[in-house]
């Protein structure tokens, strides 16, 4: 899949889809009801195709995203990077909560997917590709300037050494930095002692569904 990795930077500033459940983050919200209806769709089905891609059957709530936008931090020199991103909810939060288009980079490996992202986030760059990838996918003069990296992928499906080849591909473009991820479980999605981080629980969510919290992973050596 590295090998057909191509780069996006959409300038089409027509929304014309609407990617979150709360309409009080999205400046399109005059668009009408079936086309949220059509994202949820596109996601369930996604799901449905591989499970193991998708964390949830349904996008994440207005209330996880605040959440994650509340723990997202960078510098005016660094750029945000969002993994797995979906249908782009969270990455529209992102964007409605103050990080520049310039600044958002997201990677997703689900070709449709990536192609809706493209046409719905105009000024992101979209990438499409494999997460384990991302020292290969990501722009080289970005690398070490990631001030947060976002993990939606379901690490806590995955066995331990194919946990740990995501961790370090992040730890490769955004050195000593950790990460977020989001979970649907009731305690850590990820052995954390196992692969040498601190684990804090930065926010809980009972509003969505399922359930969720948003864990911060630093390594601690």
């Given at each position: 899949?590295?090998?057909?990795?191509?780069?996006?930077?959409e300038d089409?500033?027509?929304?014309?889809e609407i990617?979150?459940?709360d309409?009080?983050?999205?400046?399109?919200a005059?668009?009408?009801?079936s086309?949220?209806?059509?994202?949820?769709?596109?996601?369930f089905r996604r799901w449905?195709?591989?499970?193991l891609?998708?964390?949830?059957?349904?996008?994440?709530?207005?209330t996880?995203?605040?959440?994650?936008?509340?723990q997202?931090?960078y510098k005016?020199?660094?750029?945000?990077?969002?993994?797995g991103?979906?249908?782009g909810?969270?990455?529209?939060?992102?964007?409605?909560?103050?990080?520049?288009?310039?600044?958002?980079?997201v990677?997703?490996i689900?070709?449709?997917?990536?192609?809706?992202?493209r046409?719905v986030?105009p000024?992101?760059?979209?990438?499409?590709?494999d997460?384990r990838q991302?020292?290969?996918?990501?722009?080289?003069?970005?690398?070490?300037?990631i001030?947060?990296v976002i993990?939606?992928?379901?690490?806590v499906?995955?066995p331990?050494?194919e946990?740990?080849?995501f961790?370090?591909?992040?730890?490769a473009?955004?050195p000593?930095?950790?990460f977020?991820?989001?979970?649907y479980c009731?305690?850590?999605?990820l052995?954390?002692?196992h692969?040498h981080?601190?684990?804090?629980?930065?926010?809980?969510?009972?509003?969505?569904?399922?359930?969720?919290?948003?864990?911060?992973?630093?390594?601690?050596g």
């Amino acid at each position: 899949m590295g090998n057909d990795v191509k780069y996006y930077v959409e300038d089409d500033s027509s929304m014309t889809e609407i990617l979150q459940s709360d309409d009080r983050l999205v400046p399109d919200a005059h668009v009408q009801g079936s086309r949220k209806v059509a994202n949820r769709s596109m996601f369930f089905r996604r799901w449905l195709a591989n499970p193991l891609q998708m964390g949830s059957i349904v996008p994440s709530s207005a209330t996880l995203c605040h959440h994650i936008v509340a723990q997202t931090q960078y510098k005016p020199n660094e750029v945000v990077v969002e993994l797995g991103a979906g249908t782009g909810v969270i990455s529209r939060a992102l964007l409605a909560g103050g990080v520049p288009a310039d600044r958002l980079i997201v990677v997703e490996i689900v070709p449709d997917m990536a192609d809706h992202l493209r046409r719905v986030l105009p000024g992101v760059l979209v990438i499409q590709g494999d997460a384990r990838q991302l020292p290969a996918l990501i722009p080289e003069h970005c690398q070490g300037r990631i001030g947060t990296v976002i993990c939606g992928i379901p690490l806590v499906l995955l066995p331990r050494d194919e946990q740990r080849r995501f961790i370090d591909a992040m730890d490769a473009v955004a050195p000593g930095k950790g990460f977020l991820h989001f979970s649907y479980c009731a305690t850590s999605p990820l052995p954390y002692r196992h692969h040498h981080l601190a684990a804090k629980r930065e926010a809980w969510t009972p509003l969505n569904f399922p359930p969720a919290s948003v864990w911060r992973y630093t390594p601690t050596g």
